[in-house]
C-alpha cells in the first residue's frame, strides 16, 4: 500500500505534463469499469498507447479503478439493466444485437453495460477534475511532500533510481 | 499535435495485443480446462475435474479427456466419468457469443465409479425429505405393551359415556317415580271396588223407584273408570317411549367399551391394516429414493434445457450460468440459441455388449431453437442386462406448457445386491434375480405421473441378519427366502415435493400370512387381556346402569297392574248393571 502511495507521489511530483496524468486517469478509470478482454478495452489501451498519457499513472489507475468496480457491481446492474431495458433505447438495441463486434463486446450484460455507461459519464468530469486537482497539488503541496520522511526515503531507493534512469 | 502523439505507441501496442495472444494460444488447454470445471462445479454443485483438455485453432474444436464428476451426495465417488468428449466451434457465431455446437462426440461413459481422493462439495444435495424416512420399512412392534400401561395412558371414552348415561336413566327413572303417584292409587282402587258391590247389591233387589238412580250410579261409574283408564294408557305410551330412548342410551353404554377395545387395539397393538400392502412398505422407500434422485438430477440439469428467462417488451431478461448479472437479449434476424448442441452422440463401453445413443437439441432456449430436447439409447448384451431401452422427450418450447417424457424398458436385468429397505428392524435387499422392468412417466412442470411394472424370476431375498429380534421378522424372513418370483406396479402420482407411491404386488399375500400367523397369537392374547382389563373399569358401572333401567322398567309393569285392574273393575261394572232384572 505504502509502495502504491510513493508510486503515485512520484508521478504528481514528476515533470509529466497534468493534462497527461489526468488523461491516463480518465482512461484508468474506462479500462477498470470495462471487461478486460473487450474490444473497448482493447480500443482504450490503444488511444493510451498512441497518445502521451502518462503509462506509470494509466497502469496504477486501471488496477485501483477495477478493484472499485468489483465493489460497484451491483451499481452496474442496475444502471445496466435500466438502460438495456428502455423502450425508448430499445431499437439501438436490437440493431447493435445483430452486429458481431458489438456482440462480442457483451454489450447486453447488465454489468458490462453499467460499466460502460458510468465509463462514458464520469470520464470528462474525473480528467477535468482530476487535472485542477494536479495542478493545485504541484503549485500548494509539493513542496511541502518534497521534505516528507517518506518521499525521502523513497527517492533515495533503488527503485527511484530505476524508474528515473528509464523515465 | 506531434506534441500529443507517439507513434512508437503503436508499435508497443501491437506488441502487447500479440504477447495476449500468444498467452492464449500457449495457454488455452489449461484456460479452457478450467473454465469447463468451474462451469461443471456451477452446475452440478461438486468438483468437476479434466484430466486434459485440447483446443484446436484451425478449425476451432475442443477435445476434453478424462472428465470425473464428482457425485455431491457420495464425494468419494463419480456419479459420472467420461473418457472423451470431443466438439467442433462454429467460429462465427462463437464471435456473436453462440455457442453452437453440431455435433458432440462422447465415449467411454462410466457411473458410480471410485474416486481416489474425496471432491469438494458446493452444494449439499438435500436431506431425503419426511416422506421418505416414514417410507422406510417399519415393522410392527414385536413386543406389546401389557393392557395395564395402556390404560394408564388411555383415557377410556365408555367410562363417561356409562356414567352420562346413568345420570340420565336415573333421572327419567326419578321422573317416573313422581308421575306414578299421579295414577289411581290402592285406596282409589278400592273405592271403585266399593262402588261396583254396591251397585251389584243394589241390582239384586231394584225397585222401580230406584232404577233410575241406579243407572245413572253405574253410567257415573262407567264414566269415572273410563276416564281414569283412558289417562292410564296415556301414561303407559308416554312411559313405553321414555323407557325405549333409555334404553338406547343404556344400549350405546353398554357397547361403549368395545368401541374403547377396538380403539386402543388399533393403536397399539397389531391391527390387519399394519399388514396390509406389505410391498408398498417393502419397495415404497427404494422408488421413492430413486424418484427423488432423479428429480434431483433434473433439477441441476434444467439450466441445460429450460431457461428462466423473463420477458421484458421486445426483449427476454436471462440469468447467464456464471457471468455476473444479467443478459438481455434482443429479437435477432435469423435466431439462434445461446447454446446449442444440436447432437451428442454418446457411447458406454461395458465389459460386455454395447450400449450407446443419442440426445439431440440441448439448449437452454428450446423457445428460440422451436424443438425439444430428445433422447434415446439402447443397449444389448450387457453383463447387467439383456437389453435395455430409454427414450425420453423434454420439451419446453413454451415454457408454461412444457411436457417432460421418458420410457425405459429393461430386459432381463441380473439384480445382485440391490436394498430394499435399510431398516434396522429388517434389512432387505435383494440377492439375486432376473427383473423385467418397464417405466413409463411424465412431468408437466406441475404434476408427476408415472407407471412401474416389474416382473422378477429366480429371486433370492436376504432380510434381516440372523440376529434380527423379534418373531415377525423372523417370518418375513422366512416367507421372502421362499419366494421364488413376483410382479409388482407402481403408481406415482402428485407434485415432485409431495407424491403418493402405490405398490401393488403378489407379494403382498404372501408376507401378509407370514406377519399374520405369527402376530395373531400375540394379538389375540393382547385384545383378551385388554378386554378384561376394560371389563374390570367397566362392568361394575354398567351393571348398576343396567339395574336402573331395570328398576325403570318396572314402573312400566306397574301401569299395566293399574290399567289392568281400572279394566277388570269396569268389566265388572258393566256386568253388574247386564244382569240387573228390571222389576217391569
Redesign the interface.
Known sequence: MLSLIAKFLKILNSEADPSQISLAIGFALASGFLSFFSPLNLLVLLVVFLLRVNFSAYFLGAAFFSGIAYLLDPLFHSVGLAVLTSPALEGLWTSLYSSTVWRLQRFNNSVVMGGIVLSLLLFLPLVLASNVLVRKYRDHILVWVRKTRLMQLFTASKLYSLYEKLS | MA?????W??I??VG??GI?LLFWFVFADGLVRRAVEKTGAALVGAEVDVKNADVTFFPLGIALSGIAVTDPAAPSSNSIELARVAFSLDI?NL???KVIINEMSVTGVRFNTHRDKPGFVVRHPETPSARQQQSSLTLPAADLPSAREVLEKEQLGSLKLIDDAAAEVQKKREAWQTRMKELPDKSAIEAYRGRVEKLRAASRSLRLSDAKTFLSDTKNLSGDLKKDLDAVKQTRSTFSSDYASARDIVDRAVRAPQEDLRRIRDKYGLSSTVLQNMSRTLFGGAVTSWIDSGFLWYGRLKPLFAASGEK????T?VK?LR???????????RPLPGLLVAVVKASVQPSSGTFSGEIRNITPEQDVLGAPLTFSFAGSGLEETESVKISGMLDHIRPASSTDRVSVSLSGYRASGLPLSGSSDLPVTLQDGLIDVSVKGQYDGKRISAHIAALAHSVRFQAGSQGSPGGFAGAIRSALEKVSSFSLTADIAGTPEKYDVKVTSDLDRVLKEAAGRVLGDKAAAFEKELASAIQARTGDKLKSLQDSLGNMGSLGGKIDGVQEQLNSLLRDATSASGKTKLPF
Open positions: 506534441k500529443w502523439i507517439r507513434w505507441g503503436l508497443a501496442f502487447v495485443v495476449i462465427m464471435l456473436r457469443r421484458k417488451g421486445g426483449s431478461v447467464p457471468a455476473r448479472g444479467v443478459d438481455v437479449r434482443f429479437r435477432e434476424e
